[in-house]
Each structure stands twice: as C-alpha cells, then as structure tokens.
C-alpha cells in the first residue's frame, strides 16, 4: 500500500494505523506484524495467539493469507480512527494496489478474543 495525500479518493482507498512518518507515495510493505512478533518470540504478548491463529490457517484456511505476511488498514475512517492503539498512534489514509484478502477484525476486540478465531 502507498501513502496518499488527504485529497485522494479511490474505490481502494483504506485507512492505516503506524508509528511511522511517512512521505507521500512510500510503500508500506506487509509483514511487519509478523516481524515483531518473531522478533520478541514468546515475550511478546500476542505470540501464543498469533502461533495458534497460523496454525488454524494452515490447516483449514491454506489458501488465506498469513498474518504474519500481510498489512493490516481499515475501510472505514471512524473505525481506524476509534481503533486506539497507542503503538499506532498516526493515521494515513493509503491506497491498496492489488486485490487482498479482508478479514473481520472483531478478534483484535477484548470482548470477541476468547474463541472468536475458531468460530
């Protein structure tokens, strides 16, 4: 996905959460998720889940993309922007250049996480 101006307006424009400073037209490349996630291994909070959502996916879903591979961005700008998340705290309004796979993100909501995944 590029970073766009504000002004831009497309069937495939997301909305995206980061920590990073952008400039105009840079690529945000997936997988960084799954980057820091490895990085800290088990100490990371999120890895335990992270392990068992992989392992689901390889077996029942093969042909979804990983988490560990992908970027995550928002269709909606009033969900990114209720999604408070103090390690993403910039908001960039991006365009998609391929097709992707979406997904709910109601497993990322404290009060879906326990079993929401293997429903």
């Known amino acids: 996905m590029s970073r766009e101006p504000a002004s831009c307006t497309t069937a495939l424009t997301y909305y995206w959460r980061s920590a990073l400073w952008l400039a105009p037209g840079e690529i945000i ?22 392990y068992l959502f992989e392992r689901i996916r390889q077996a029942e879903f093969a042909a979804r993309p990983s988490r560990m591979r992908a970027a995550f961005a928002f269709r909606d700008e009033a969900v990114a922007r209720a999604f408070d998340n103090a390690g993403a705290p910039l908001l960039y309004r991006v365009q998609s250049g391929a097709d992707g796979h979406t997904a709910t993100v109601d497993i990322l909501d404290r009060q879906h996480r326990r079993g929401a995944y293997l429903r």
């Open 29 to 50: 490349q997936p997988g960084n998720w799954g980057k820091v996630i490895l990085a800290f291994g088990a100490r990371h909070p999120r890895f335990y889940a992270e």
